[in-house]
Each structure stands twice: as structure tokens, then as C-alpha cells.
């Protein structure tokens, strides 16, 4: 199967908590001929980010559970000193990266769980006006406690119909072994059956012995993948 292009996608945890690498990171990768995206909860997106980044990326990810203030602490959205995300600041912030280049495309990702699953995002949405919004259904890793059933998904979905240009619904199922995901130490890794060891699986490292024997060691639904990044709006992918 052949791409017109290959999309690098920084995401953590939290990858702009090494914000003075991020930079050097995207210039080598864009360098390399890899498309750049990057996956951000937004608390470290500020203007000197904004400035370094925004002319080289291809989308910027916001990961946004919540509009509630109450729900948000439960779900951990605060920093160490327990302040939340602003995001009236992070809508304008949005919209100045759009200024600085206007090709960036900015998508929203939100976790439906337990705590958010009867939230109405409308209003949030508006303002953040994202390209894409993907929700994706709690993937029970290590425990269910947060996890949302099937009628609860769907209607959070239904719920939001009003956005069904944008929206992306991706279950659990369409998750599993459909991602090409490399940790921090150079392994590729795949979410694993609940129960199953920590969660992870993952290969030898990459540097020892090659990505293809490496991705070899992996389980790879090639089928799945092609689902999520193939539409009928071929450009929004991620």
C-alpha cells in the first residue's frame, strides 16, 4: 500500500512538558519528510509555543474531557497546583495559531467515561470551532471503573448529531491493534486485552533490532487502520 505521505504524531502523556525539545524534534522529523502533528491537553500551549510550532504543523490536537470545572477535577485535568485549563484562553489560542498558519488544521479529542458521558459539549465545540472532533469511547486498560457501555456511548454520540460533520465516533474496538505507536524507549506498543499483563504490550527496541523486525513482533490490524485514515473526506485523517 503506497501514501502520498506520512504523518508523525507527538502525543504523551503530555509532550509539550518537554517543550524545548518539541521544536528541534518537529524541525528533524519535518526534515526527514514526515508530516507533523502533535496531541496536547492545552495547559502548556502558550504563545512562545504557539510561535515555535504552529508554521510547522500539520493539525494540532487538543484533548478536551470536560467543560465542567467539577468534572474536570475528577477526571485529573489540573495541574500540581490544582488550577484547570482556561478555555476561553485556549479558544483564543486556537485561533492565533490559525492566523500563524493557515493550513493548520486543529481537531479536539474527548474521552467519554463515566464522568462526562451525559455532558453536553455543544457550546465548547462552537468555541473551540475544531476541523475534526473525535470521540473516542474509554478503552478499558488496566480496570473498568470509568468505563461507559454501549448505549451510553451511543448516546453521547446521538446526542451530539449537530456535529455529525465533524464528529468521529471511534468504540473500543476500532482502537485495538489499529495505531503504530512507538514509546518513549523506542518500542512499538499496542494496548493490550484488559487483564493481560499492564495493559501494554511491546517489541524488542527498534534501535537493536530494525522496525521491521520489531513491528514484526507486533499484532497489526491493517484493516482497522486503513478504516480510521481512509474516508470519504480523505484529507482529515488522525
Given at each position: 500500500?503506497?501514501?502520498?505521505?506520512?504523518?508523525?504524531?507527538?502525543?504523551?502523556?503530555?509532550?509539550?512538558?518537554?517543550a524545548?525539545?518539541?521544536?528541534?524534534?518537529?524541525s528533524?522529523?519535518?526534515?526527514?519528510?514526515?508530516?507533523?502533528?502533535?496531541?496536547?491537553?492545552?495547559?502548556?500551549?502558550?504563545?512562545?509555543?504557539?510561535?515555535?510550532?504552529?508554521?510547522?504543523?500539520?493539525?494540532?490536537?487538543?484533548?478536551?474531557?470536560?467543560?465542567?470545572?467539577v468534572?474536570?477535577?475528577?477526571?485529573?485535568?489540573?495541574?500540581?497546583?490544582?488550577?484547570?485549563?482556561?478555555?476561553d484562553q485556549?479558544?483564543?489560542?486556537?485561533?492565533?495559531?490559525?492566523r500563524?498558519?493557515?493550513?493548520?488544521?486543529?481537531?479536539?479529542?474527548?474521552?467519554?467515561?463515566?464522568?462526562?458521558?451525559?455532558?453536553?459539549?455543544?457550546?465548547?465545540?462552537?468555541?473551540?470551532?475544531?476541523?475534526?472532533?473525535?470521540?473516542?469511547?474509554?478503552?478499558?486498560?488496566?480496570?473498568?471503573?470509568?468505563?461507559?457501555?454501549?448505549?451510553?456511548?451511543?448516546?453521547?454520540?446521538?446526542?451530539?448529531?449537530?456535529?455529525?460533520?465533524?464528529?468521529?465516533?471511534?468504540?473500543?474496538?476500532?482502537?485495538?491493534?489499529?495505531?503504530?505507536?512507538?514509546?518513549?524507549?523506542?518500542?512499538?506498543?499496542?494496548?493490550?486485552?484488559?487483564?493481560?499483563?499492564?495493559?501494554?504490550?511491546?517489541?524488542?527496541?527498534?534501535?537493536?533490532?530494525?522496525?521491521?523486525?520489531?513491528?514484526?513482533?507486533?499484532?497489526?490490524?491493517?484493516?482497522?487502520?486503513?478504516?480510521?485514515?481512509?474516508?470519504?473526506?480523505?484529507?482529515?485523517?488522525?
Amino acid at each position: 500500500m503506497a501514501w502520498p505521505s506520512v504523518r508523525l504524531n507527538l502525543a504523551g502523556g503530555e509532550p509539550l512538558l518537554h517543550a524545548t525539545k518539541i521544536p528541534d524534534i518537529v524541525s528533524h522529523a519535518r526534515g526527514l519528510g514526515f508530516e507533523v502533528s502533535l496531541i496536547s491537553n492545552g495547559s502548556r500551549l502558550n504563545d512562545l509555543v504557539l510561535h515555535q510550532l504552529a508554521s510547522q504543523l500539520t493539525w494540532l490536537g487538543i484533548s478536551v474531557d470536560s467543560a465542567s470545572s467539577v468534572t474536570n477535577r475528577a477526571i485529573g485535568r489540573v495541574d500540581r497546583r490544582g488550577r484547570l485549563l482556561n478555555l476561553d484562553q485556549l479558544a483564543t489560542r486556537l485561533i492565533e495559531a490559525s492566523r500563524s498558519n493557515p493550513e493548520l488544521r486543529v481537531k479536539v479529542n474527548t474521552v467519554v467515561n463515566q464522568l462526562n458521558r451525559r455532558e453536553d459539549f455543544s457550546d465548547l465545540i462552537r468555541s473551540l470551532a475544531p476541523e475534526k472532533w473525535k470521540a473516542l469511547r474509554m478503552l478499558p486498560v488496566v480496570n473498568r471503573k470509568l468505563a461507559v457501555s454501549d448505549e451510553q456511548f451511543a448516546g453521547f454520540v446521538a446526542r451530539h448529531r449537530a456535529f455529525s460533520g465533524i464528529l468521529r465516533a471511534e468504540d473500543n474496538h476500532d482502537m485495538r491493534e489499529s495505531y503504530l505507536m512507538i514509546d518513549p524507549h523506542g518500542r512499538f506498543f499496542q494496548n493490550s486485552p484488559l487483564g493481560r499483563g499492564q495493559g501494554y504490550t511491546y517489541s524488542r527496541p527498534i534501535l537493536e533490532i530494525g522496525a521491521r523486525a520489531a513491528f514484526a513482533e507486533m499484532n497489526f490490524d491493517h484493516a482497522r487502520f486503513v478504516s480510521r485514515y481512509v474516508r470519504r473526506d480523505a484529507g482529515a485523517t488522525g
